[in-house]
T-cell receptor, first 119, second 111 residues
Framework: QVQLQESGPGLVKPSETLFITCTIS????????WSWIRQPAGKGLEWIGR???????SYNPSLKSRVTMSADKSKNQFFLKMSSVTAADTAVYYC?????????????WGQGTLATVSS | DIVITQSPLSLSVTPGEPASISCTSS???????????LDWYLQKPGQPPQLLIY???NRASGVPDRFSGSGSGTHFTLKISRVEADDVGIYYC????????FGQGTKVEIK
């Protein structure tokens, strides 16, 4: 069974860089598309971007200038890096995997990790 | 940008009664491949979202058949034929056609 687990620093200072890891178990990172989604407390879901370990990425234009997604295939992990964070970036960050074989629906989700931006 | 609008934003339903949520897109989600790129997710309290319906009308594995999705182009509907207590949560539609966008969410509670 595929399982995703996010991990991050918890607290980040304004203007610094947020780095979150998604560790994958029960499947290989190499043959699927992976997404990051975030959710501020009490609010809706925002798609951050989509990543394929072969090198293809697609980012939400509203965040594109500050976001980078990458992966370490040897560790079966993929990463979200978000620079110049502000309080507006405080949210639960989820990683998710698509169903595969050209199907984009997000079938597997991690439990999420809370990132708080505060001095 | 495609704008996704859900209605209603909240719904209170008696167990055993049906429920319906609407999702409207500012642009057609019908792709040239014939599929409607509109998915439905349910986020139960304290949990990550879970996939219910994909490509407009296909139930995800393990989803009870009381859930159904319909619609095409710009108008879509999620129907629950008989609401159960376990169905409480926030329902989101999402389009993965252009910049992926979720609807605002519809909070479903039990009367």
């Amino acid at each position: 069974q595929v399982q995703l687990q996010e991990s991050g620093p918890g607290l980040v200072k304004p203007s610094e860089t947020l780095f979150i890891t998604c560790t994958i178990s029960g499947g290989s990172i190499g043959t699927y598309y992976w997404s990051w989604i975030r959710q501020p407390a009490g609010k809706g879901l925002e798609w951050i971007g989509r990543f394929y370990a072969g090198g293809s990425t697609s980012y939400n234009p509203s965040l594109k200038s500050r976001v980078t997604m990458s992966a370490d295939k040897s560790k079966n992990q993929f990463f979200l890096k978000m620079s110049s964070v502000t309080a507006a970036d405080t949210a639960v960050y989820y990683c998710a995997r698509e169903a595969g074989a050209g199907q984009q629906q997000l079938l597997y989700w991690g439990q999420g990790t809370l990132a708080t931006v505060s001095s | 940008d495609i704008v996704i609008t859900q209605s209603p934003l909240s719904l209170s339903v008696t167990p055993g009664e049906p429920a319906s949520i609407s999702c409207t897109s500012s642009q057609s989600l019908l792709h040239s491949d014939g599929y409607n790129y509109l998915d439905w997710y349910l986020q139960k309290p304290g949990q990550p979202p879970q996939l219910l319906i994909y490509l407009g009308s296909n139930r995800a594995s393990g989803v009870p058949d009381r859930f159904s999705g319909s619609g095409s182009g710009t108008h879509f509907t999620l129907k629950i034929s008989r609401v159960e207590a376990d169905d409480v949560g926030i329902y989101y539609c999402m389009q993965p056609l252009q910049t992926w966008k979720f609807g605002q969410g519809t909070k479903v509670e039990i009367k």
